[in-house]
């Protein structure tokens, strides 16, 4: 099958997005009681319910189930929140002399300061509340089908009809609890210390409950109770997805997916073998085979690099997740960015970390980015991005030119589960293997000299106060358990690697939030707000409370207890709605590819 043109993109996005929008309406019975019910429970202030639903529309066939599983992969994904958490982005009010930039929408600010993020209409994107709402939507849309399927057989996962949408469903439940426990949670630690530490409401069973006591157990799990129960999904659906039944393999959990969902959750809890086990389940004999060709990809214009990045039948696109986005138009305001730092006030230089510095065996820009980076504005010192953020819009009414801004996003990748597989492999003992896999890893991003012990101790030596390239690690501070003292000088410096790699491989997708996390890696932000001369430094160390993001207000409001840290002032109690976007952000002409570094 040949490439996926721009307009079968915008066809899969309008097929897959607008679902969002129109499920209600179709199956007003069903899936209008999850959304609702799970509105008033576990999201916003309660209201009652008149009258039965309407049960005119039955999820009943097998049609109709997947159908409705289709609508439960979210239009919403935490990767801004988490970049502007983490230390990709730097405050461009510091990096640049005399500029006074504010940012693009409000809570963007209080997420850079470490601060509990209120300050939002719950009709925006990218947001706290849009993660929460729309993944615990996602999950109530997975419980309905779980339970449509039991009226519909007696044991549905040996059921020669509904044994794939039963572990569709399942794959997705565990996913959508894994990102939310992530996001609004401490890391994994031990199951000692995580069975104290809060974690995320696990919800396995559809809600019909309007007044629900938040002090009952089964709301209030632990980070460890959350994983355990993550596991159990992933091991009750991996083995029964048939990827024939999918009209379009790559916007649902397939066979590929699901190993590196497996993967990356052994990563986190740190059963390195199963890490292992599932990673080459996905990857096959052959990774190279699978990995992302850069060499292939056209650069001609910016459509056109979206249009092969994000290409359903690309090996390497293991998911594929269409979302409401402003991402790209918060990198273009110039407040936060990839930037090349300060060092009179100790910024690190992210731009080079990222994409345009060297590399244990490459030197200068990574060859697979050339003709890949833009820039907005007055010139690359205002900060500086990769293509594959950039939006598709989707017009409502071409003539007033107002639509929905969309970016597809990659939550699973060949390259990212060959990382998974290769840090797994650093505490296995199998160095030799973990090279290997990361020398697939520089081949791909078309670096020609080989990948070398040798290189690896020579770019990531010294301490990570000298070294941009390197971070302060803590992870045997954060639990005894963890192995990382025990390895060799050369082993960390290859620890040092994957995280520098995967960094890089997940720019702009907030995956790095988690390994900061996971790592205790100490973060610094110096941020210097729009009317103010003096710059602000912040860290955050390993156990700084406000690692954990504060629940949305709105969930704290209808009763379900705070995080650990500092409290919620100004929360909103709005009902969640996609709003219009005026069409300002596309591109005239050629404008934006004469920014083309």
């Not at 819009?393 to 969309?406: C, L, P, R």
């Not at 020398?439 to 991003?445: K, L, M, V």
Request: proline letters at 4%; glycine letters at 6%.
């Amino acid at each position: 099958m040949g490439r996926t043109t721009k307009y079968e993109i915008m066809k899969n996005i309008n097929n897959y997005i607008t679902w969002i929008r129109k499920v209600s309406m179709n199956y007003m019975g069903l899936l209008g009681v999850a959304i609702f019910i799970v509105h008033s429970s576990l999201f916003v202030s309660c209201t009652a319910l008149d009258e039965a639903p309407d049960n005119r529309t039955e999820i009943n066939s097998v049609d109709k189930v997947r159908q409705l599983l289709t609508s439960g992969y979210p239009a919403a994904v935490p990767a801004v929140i988490c970049e502007l958490s983490g230390d990709n982005l730097v405050d461009n009010n510091v990096c640049v002399p005399a500029t006074h930039n504010g940012a693009f929408a409000n809570f963007h600010d209080q997420a850079y300061e470490w601060k509990d993020i209120n300050n939002y209409s719950t009709g925006e994107d990218d947001t706290p509340y849009a993660v929460w709402e729309t993944y615990y939507q996602g999950i109530a849309v997975a419980n309905h089908a779980i339970e449509a399927m039991l009226q519909m057989s007696k044991d549905p996962a040996k059921d020669r009809d509904l044994a794939h949408s039963w572990g569709e469903a399942h794959l997705l439940r565990a996913y959508l609890h894994f990102v939310l426990v992530n996001v609004f949670a401490e890391a994994y630690k031990d199951e000692t210390q995580s069975a104290n530490d809060a974690g995320i409401p696990y919800v396995t069973e559809v809600e019909r409950t309007v007044n629900v006591d938040y002090s009952d157990p089964k709301f209030r799990k632990s980070v460890a109770e959350v994983y355990r129960l993550i596991e159990e999904d992933i091991l009750e659906g991996i083995d029964l997805i048939d990827d024939s039944k999918y009209k379009v393999p790559a916007y649902h959990f397939n066979r590929n997916a699901a190993n590196a969902l497996a993967a990356r959750y052994y990563l986190y809890k740190r059963n390195y073998e199963e890490c292992v086990k599932y990673a080459t389940a996905a990857l096959g004999t052959n990774p190279a085979s699978s990995l992302r060709k850069w060499a292939n990809m056209s650069s001609n214009t910016i459509n056109t690099l979206l249009n092969d990045y994000n290409d359903e039948t690309a090996p390497c696109n293991y998911l594929l997740q269409a979302t409401n986005s402003l991402f790209d138009r918060m990198l273009s305001a110039c407040r936060y960015a990839i930037n090349k730092g300060s060092e009179a006030d100790k910024v690190d230089n992210t731009k080079d970390i990222l994409y345009e510095g060297g590399g244990p065996n490459w030197s200068s820009r990574l060859k697979a980015f050339d003709g890949k980076i833009y820039r907005w504005g007055a010139g690359s010192e205002y900060g500086s991005w990769l293509f594959r953020i950039y939006e598709y819009f989707e017009y409502e009414d071409k003539i007033a030119g107002i639509g929905y801004v969309h970016i597809i996003y990659q939550p699973f990748t060949a390259e990212e589960t060959l990382l998974c597989r290769a840090e797994a492999e650093i505490y296995l003992g199998q160095t030799d293997k973990a090279l290997a896999d990361l020398g697939f890893w520089t081949a791909s991003h078309m670096v020609d000299e080989p990948l070398t012990q040798s290189g690896i101790n020579r770019w990531y030596k010294g301490e990570a106060s000298k070294n941009i390239y390197v971070s302060e690690l803590h992870p045997t501070d954060m639990s005894s358990e963890w192995k990382y003292d025990e390895l060799s000088d050369d082993a960390k410096r290859m620890i040092d690697c994957v995280l520098h790699f995967r960094r890089i491989e997940t720019m702009f997708e907030g995956l790095r939030w988690f390994d900061i996390k996971r790592y205790g890696i100490t973060v610094h932000h110096a941020y210097r707000r729009p009317n103010e001369d003096n710059i602000h430094h912040d860290y955050l160390r390993w156990d700084d409370p406000r690692r954990v993001l504060q629940i949305p207000q709105n969930v704290i409001d209808a009763g379900y207890p705070s995080s650990n840290r500092q409290k919620s002032i100004d929360g909103q109690s709005d009902n969640l709605k996609i709003l219009p976007v005026l069409a300002d952000h596309e591109p005239k002409g050629n404008d934006l590819e004469q920014n083309a570094n």
